[in-house]
């Protein structure tokens, strides 16, 4: 089977997780009716998810490593989909929230998991074309899903935006057993709890806390507070980082330059990109007065252009290098953001079609590069360890994109006699996160020349890669 088929296999898993994510947001209102809730306190259950994921991601590549990344994918797999199975059961608001964050469990080890699959199955010279294939859900779910969810919720219910996970998921557990090898380590360190703990705090009190700003789910001192508790067990988690021999997030990966530049410009670039799922149907649908479904179709048009990409992105970086695209393209793509800024509602859709197909196309151009090069020198042994801490990152600059966002939504509003968004006031939300996507070229400047060779060319052993190899028990097929 071609290794390609597992690339799949993650992929659809990845597509169920990110599509999941998003489909709900345009059905909290039939939600919170059916369950005799306040629409404003149905976020909660969008908030609840991603606690989950900011607990429970850093402990995935240990798992992985304990238990074989075959059986955590396939556990991960079958969590999310009893989770998926139970919000469609849930009756009150308590059950919502519970079955989300026992869905968020299964999302925070399947993503990481299914990725690591990957990088320890994939040659190196066959990585970007591979991991291409895992941009295309990331891009497609947050632009299909809000559409999807209002068509599902208005023509059938909104319980079986839940329901439809649950064929996809058993299918999924049939074929990661039949087709993916259960890699794992020999020599599993012991599980930092203390590190554990202090993440857990850190990490859910900065990802609650910036997912709250502008949303009005909680008081401003709410927030603050969450904010501050996540910061101070961050910065406990760095301290205790340090010492400890075997941390759960190992920050000395930073030290890697091609690691440090994806994760750390990556951040900032996705801080950007993060908003616009975010900020272009409220845009479309408040502004210019279109429907869901209008409006669906119009931001479609970046996932096509993703797909579009999915077969250029290898030669293109093989054929200007990591550095050169991270660094153009990051102010080339930032451009189709801001561009957004100049719609109005007399620019024509087809004009506003290409922008965001073209744009899609350089955004998933990006984000390969970025996603690719953070595991160009992480040796076998490290690899959990790294694609636990990429997606961290990942996770809270997404949110962080999504409330910077909101928030200055809420800077314009101010001052007003009406409290409605109206068109004028996303301009200058699409320009300041178009700032701020093209400020991550600044990191990636930093990186040598040749940053990401082993990509590009034939695989050969990275650092301790030779030295230590995973033990790997193949598939049943």
């Known amino acids: 089977m071609p290794r390609y088929f597992v690339t799949l296999i993650v992929a659809v898993a990845l597509f169920m997780e990110t599509m999941d994510s998003t489909v709900i947001a345009t059905s909290l209102p039939a939600i919170a009716s059916d369950l005799g809730e306040d629409p404003i306190a149905l976020k909660l259950a969008l908030t609840s998810y991603l606690l989950s994921l900011a607990v429970f991601i850093p402990i995935s590549g240990w798992m992985a490593d304990r238990y074989g990344a075959r059986t955590v994918f396939r556990a991960a797999i079958v969590v999310f989909t009893v989770g998926s199975a139970a919000c469609g059961f849930a009756q009150s608001l308590p059950d919502f929230i519970a079955f989300r964050i026992l869905q968020g469990m299964g999302g925070a080890m399947m993503v990481p998991v299914g ?21 295309i859900p990331a891009l497609m779910g947050p632009v299909i899903g809000p559409p999807l969810g209002g ?22 557990v049939i074929l990661a057993t039949h087709y993916i090898a259960n890699i794992r380590e020999e020599d599993v360190p012991p599980l930092d709890i203390k590190g554990f703990i202090l993440s857990g705090f850190g990490l859910a009190g900065v990802a609650f806390g910036i997912t709250t700003i502008g949303q ?25 980082a340090r010492k400890a021999k075997a941390p759960l997030i190992d920050l000395s990966l930073l ?24 900020l272009l149907p409220l845009f479309f649908q408040l502004g210019f007065g279109m429907t869901a479904l209008q409006s669906g179709l119009l931001t479609f048009a970046s996932a096509v252009g993703a ?11 093989r054929r200007f290098g990591f550095k050169r695209v991270l660094v153009v393209n990051a ?12 719609f109005t509602s007399a620019t024509p859709q087809s004009l506003i079609l290409v922008v965001l197909l073209v744009g899609g196309f350089f955004k998933s151009l990006q984000f390969t590069s970025i996603n690719t090069i953070a595991y160009a ?39 007003r006699d009406t409290h409605e968004v109206v068109a004028s006031d996303f301009p ?25 060779a082993s990509l590009s060319t034939r695989a050969r052993p990275v650092g301790a890669a030779a030295e230590s190899a995973p033990q790997i028990e193949e598939p049943v097929r």
């Not at 990725?115 to 591979?130: F, G, M, N, W």
């Not at 599902?152 to 058993?170: A, D, H, K, L, M």
């Not at 636990?388 to 101010?414: P, Y």
């Open 255 to 278: 030290k890697i330059d091609t690691f440090f530049a994806s994760v750390v410009g990556g951040f900032i670039y996705r801080i950007g990109i993060g908003a616009m799922p975010f």
């Open 115 to 135: 990725r690591l699959v990957l990088l320890r199955t994939i040659p190196k010279a066959e990585l970007i074309s591979a991991l291409a294939w895992l941009t």
């Open 377 to 415: 020198d992480i040796d076998n042994k490290a690899m959990s360890r790294a694609t636990s801490f990429a997606s961290v990152a990942q996770q809270l600059s997404l949110s962080a994109g999504v409330a910077i966002g909101a928030l200055i939504l809420e800077i314009e509003r101010l001052g």
């Open 307 to 317: 797909v579009a990409m999915k077969t250029a992105a290898a030669p293109i970086i």
């Open 151 to 172: 068509f599902i919720t208005t023509v059938f219910s909104w319980r079986w935006i839940f329901w439809i996970n649950i064929p996809v998921g058993i299918l999924g």
């Open 331 to 342: 102010v080339v793509s930032s451009v189709f953001i801001a561009a957004a800024a100049l």
């Open 216 to 240: 009005g789910l909680f008081p401003t001192p709410v927030v603050v507070s969450l904010l501050a508790i996540g910061i101070v067990g961050c910065w406990l988690y760095v301290l205790h």
């Open 428 to 452: 200058a939300a699409f320009i300041t996160v178009a700032l701020l996507a093209a400020s991550s070229a600044l990191v990636f400047a930093l990186l040598p020349k040749d940053a990401g």
